[in-house]
């Protein structure tokens, strides 16, 4: 069964380092999304990417965060100079279609500021 | 308001009870609806969507009222590895929005032997 996968599973960082979270969707999918889900809170949107460009993105994902599709198969979350608040479980999705399609979830990545 | 709203639980049940998880949402827009399953520290799962009609999956039924702005997940039969946390989820094009999920804070289920 096809999957997403996110490398690493656990990534911890010094405060003010830049890390990237990665992420290789469903290979038929076209629609890409980043969520987090800070530790006992609810899993919110940051972004959305179809077509090699964002189509839209929340409050959250400011200056600090960058996506890219370098190459086709993967999908990148870049954040520069993190803060200890950016500390939390990092889910990257896909899916075939936008609207009324299931979103596959990667297994996320925890990351952990110190 | 919440854009999502759900009762955090614990919902605490023995096996085989039957358990009712509800859920609000704010936006008379959002289009798609969805349970989605999430266990500790993992990612979140599809469980089932949610149509207008009512739909069912086993043991799993699933409502949703537009007019109320509600939805509603019902479990009959509780087995142990029902305990997860159930996430209520929303999508709809709207305020700008493509589509993207809208989650709540989800209900927690413990089922016990």
Redesign the interface.
């Known amino acids: 069964e096809p999957e997403v996968t996110q490398t690493p599973s656990h990534q911890v960082t010094q405060m003010g380092q830049e890390v990237i979270l990665r992420c290789v969707p469903i290979s038929n999918h076209l ?1 890409f ?1 980043w ?1 987090r889900q800070i530790l006992g ?5 940051l972004v ?1 990417f ?1 077509n090699n460009e964002i ?2 993105k ?1 409050e959250i994902f400011d200056d600090q965060f960058s996506v890219e599709r370098p190459d086709g198969s993967n999908f990148t979350l870049k954040i520069r100079s993190t803060k200890l608040e950016d500390s939390a ?1 990092y ?1 990257c ?1 896909s899916a075939r279609t ?3 399609t ?7 990545t ?1 990351l952990t500021v110190v | 308001r919440k854009e999502v709203e759900q009762d955090p639980g614990p919902f605490n049940v023995p096996e085989g009870a039957t358990v009712a998880f509800n859920c609000t949402y704010s936006n008379s827009a959002s ?2 609806f969805f349970w989605y399953r ?1 266990d500790c ?6 469980l089932m ?1 949610v149509y207008s009609s009512g739909n069912e999956d086993g043991r799993f039924t699933a409502q949703l009222n537009r007019a109320s702005q509600y939805i509603s997940l019902l479990i009959r039969d509780s087995k142990l590895s029902d305990s997860a946390t159930y ?1 209520c989820v929303v ?1 709809g ?1 709207y305020g ?11 209900t927690k289920l413990s089922v016990k032997p």
């Not at chain 1, 809170?41 to 949107?45: A, H, L, T, W």
């Not at chain 1, 299931?102 to 996320?108: I, L, R, S």
């Not at chain 2, 700008?96 to 989800?106: D, E, P, T």
């Open positions: 629609y999304y969520y809170q609810k899993v919110e949107f959305s179809y189509s839209e929340s479980m889910f999705a936008e609207m009324n299931e979103a596959f979830f990667g297994q996320g925890r | 289009q798609s999430q520290r993992k990612e979140p799962k599809l969507s996430l999508k094009n700008g929005s493509q589509g993207n999920l809208i989650f709540g804070k989800g």
